[in-house]
């Protein structure tokens, strides 16, 4: 413990009697839910040179407390202990689903006991063995706040070989090492990494898209008509580099007129490929639902908690299947789909993460670029300075000119395919 900078800890078995100072470290703050009675308890302790403040979530039948963390770059990470005791009926993890929905840090840990012995983590598709309501409330769980679980070791000291002790986070690419060693109990200790400098957010910056389809086409073409003449008269004067750069202004300068654009942002941009707009609006529905529960504590707002709760997971898994049975036509008519779903199921970002140089943290790309570029380029000898001749044959014939045509450059613009993205010049096919 003394070389963690978090820990995250269950079954403290401590009460209102003990204080933080009689077992813990000094140089620790200490956030902790008692039971109050045999046994359970959860705790979370942050080293004093993180800074960090408690999230105050109340919540009666869940063991759970939560502390976040703020990071040098100005971003925030939620942690969170869990305690399931053996026994417990799903509708802890329904509300634990609903305590993270609330959570407004771009980057989620949660980690502790979840006694949820019948999954089978080591299986391809990390679910195998597992069924039943309770499992069930889990996957949802998962599925709903986007996360990834990192554990796969036995963490129980005996012969079962059973994961009971889970760390779950919604940016897979930020825990590493991930290690199962020997503790204090019958549990192990699960030990890992996390890499806060060098981890993306997982959500995508705003950015403008045009929407094409509500284009006023009429209008541009008579714009460009009108301009047409200058543009005759300028062919004359500049070059073809400065011509490019003339007509390339006036196509953007049109579209920013004529096409009508939003701006595209991504709370999540880890969302499965099934959700839909009105899913994740009917998602926000549920969590405004548990927040007035969970503030008025009146049966009214409970039962209409639970018939968003009803409603939203049984959404979801229509959803999935309806998704699934059209994967394969969707696939064959556009490629892109294919990519789109193994991009959502990606367990890191494929990106190239920001980088550390000099003390500094790189983080656009053209500095990333060029501090890849500097870095490959100073492994390799420079070239040798000699002279370099070459015995060419002398060739008589010459190639003759390339001659442009309207027809030929009318029929590559109309075989360009106009789904695509734009280019480096941002034109739009």
Same mark, same amino acid.
């Given at each position: 413990?003394?070389?963690?900078?978090?820990?995250?800890?269950?079954?403290?078995?401590?009460?209102?009697?003990?204080?933080?100072?009689?077992?813990?470290?000094?140089?620790?703050?200490?956030?902790?839910?008692?039971?109050?009675?045999?046994?359970?308890?959860?705790?979370?302790?942050?080293?004093?040179?993180?800074?960090?403040?408690?999230?105050?979530?109340?919540?009666?039948?869940?063991?759970?407390?939560?502390?976040?963390?703020?990071?040098?770059?100005?971003?925030?990470?939620?942690?969170?202990?869990?305690?399931?005791?053996?026994?417990?009926?799903?509708?802890?993890?329904?509300?634990?689903?609903?305590?993270?929905?609330?959570?407004?840090?771009?980057?989620?840990?949660?980690?502790?006991?979840?006694?949820?012995?019948?999954?089978?983590?080591?299986?391809?598709?990390?679910?195998?063995?597992?069924?039943?309501?309770?499992?069930?409330?889990?996957?949802?769980?998962?599925?709903?706040?986007?996360?990834?679980?990192?554990?796969?070791?036995?963490?129980?000291?005996?012969?079962?070989?059973?994961?009971?002790?889970?760390?779950?986070?919604?940016?897979?690419?930020?825990?590493?090492?991930?290690?199962?060693?020997?503790?204090?109990?019958?549990?192990?200790?699960?030990?890992?990494?996390?890499?806060?400098?060098?981890?993306?957010?997982?959500?995508?910056?705003?950015?403008?898209?045009?929407?094409?389809?509500?284009?006023?086409?009429? +209008?541009?073409?008579? &714009?460009?008509?009108? #301009? !047409?003449?200058? /543009? @005759?008269?300028?062919?004359?004067?500049?070059?073809? =580099?400065?011509?490019?750069?003339?007509?390339?202004?006036?196509?953007?300068?049109?579209?920013?007129?004529?096409?009508?654009?939003?701006?595209?942002?991504?709370?999540?941009?880890?969302?499965?490929?099934?959700?839909?707009?009105?899913?994740?609006?009917?998602?926000?529905?549920?969590?405004?639902?548990?927040?007035?529960?969970?503030?008025?504590?009146?049966?009214?707002?409970?039962?209409?908690?639970?018939?968003?709760?009803?409603?939203?997971?049984? +959404?979801?898994?229509? &959803?999935?299947?309806? #998704? !699934?049975?059209? /994967? @394969?036509?969707?696939?064959?008519?556009?490629?892109? =789909?294919?990519?789109?779903?193994?991009?959502?199921?990606?367990?890191?970002?494929?990106?190239?993460?920001?980088?550390?140089?000099?003390?500094?943290?790189?983080?656009?790309?053209?500095?990333?670029?060029?501090?890849?570029?500097?870095?490959?380029?100073?492994?390799?000898?420079?070239?040798?300075?000699?002279?370099?001749?070459?015995?060419?044959?002398?060739?008589?014939?010459?190639?003759?000119?390339?001659?442009?045509?309207?027809?030929?450059?009318?029929?590559?613009?109309?075989?360009?395919?106009?789904?695509?993205?734009?280019?480096?010049?941002?034109?739009?096919?």
């Amino acid at each position: 413990m003394t070389q963690s900078k978090v820990v995250i800890g269950t079954e403290s078995w401590l009460d209102e009697n003990v204080l933080d100072r009689e077992v813990f470290p000094d140089n620790y703050l200490c956030y902790r839910k008692d039971r109050n009675s045999h046994g359970g308890g959860v705790f979370i302790l942050v080293h004093e040179s993180i800074v960090s403040k408690e999230m105050p979530i109340e919540t009666e039948n869940v063991e759970n407390v939560w502390c976040e963390l703020s990071l040098g770059n100005g971003e925030r990470l939620a942690v969170g202990a869990f305690y399931r005791p053996p026994g417990t009926q799903p509708n802890v993890l329904s509300s634990l689903s609903e305590i993270v929905s609330t959570i407004r840090c771009a980057k989620i840990i949660i980690g502790g006991d979840f006694n949820l012995p019948a999954i089978n983590w080591k299986a391809n598709n990390r679910r195998t063995g597992a069924g039943g309501e309770l499992y069930n409330e889990f996957f949802s769980l998962m599925d709903l706040c986007s996360l990834e679980q990192h554990v796969i070791e036995p963490t129980r000291d005996d012969k079962t070989g059973h994961i009971l002790d889970l760390l779950l986070s919604n940016t897979p690419d930020m825990i590493s090492n991930t290690q199962v060693i020997t503790g204090i109990s019958d549990h192990k200790v699960v030990v890992a990494d996390v890499n806060l400098a060098n981890t993306n957010v997982g959500r995508s910056k705003p950015r403008k898209v045009f929407l094409y389809n509500k284009a006023d086409y009429d +209008s541009m073409s008579a &714009a460009l008509d009108s #301009y !047409f003449p200058t /543009f @005759e008269t300028l062919a004359e004067e500049l070059s073809i =580099e400065d011509l490019w750069r003339v007509f390339k202004n006036k196509i953007t300068e049109l579209t920013n007129c004529f096409v009508p654009s939003a701006m595209l942002t991504s709370k999540r941009a880890r969302d499965k490929p099934w959700v839909s707009r009105q899913l994740r609006s009917l998602i926000q529905k549920k969590r405004r639902a548990f927040l007035k529960y969970r503030r008025t504590q009146l049966a009214a707002h409970l039962a209409k908690l639970s018939e968003l709760t009803a409603h939203v997971k049984t +959404s979801i898994h229509t &959803a999935k299947q309806q #998704y !699934f049975q059209a /994967f @394969e036509e969707r696939v064959k008519n556009n490629p892109k =789909e294919f990519w789109r779903y193994v991009r959502s199921n990606a367990k890191s970002d494929i990106s190239v993460p920001p980088l550390n140089h000099d003390d500094s943290v790189v983080q656009s790309d053209t500095d990333k670029a060029q501090l890849l570029n500097s870095f490959f380029y100073s492994v390799f000898n420079p070239p040798a300075q000699r002279d370099v001749s070459f015995d060419a044959p002398f060739v008589t014939n010459e190639m003759p000119p390339i001659t442009l045509q309207v027809e030929g450059i009318r029929k590559l613009l109309n075989e360009l395919d106009v789904s695509k993205a734009t280019g480096p010049d941002n034109i739009s096919p």
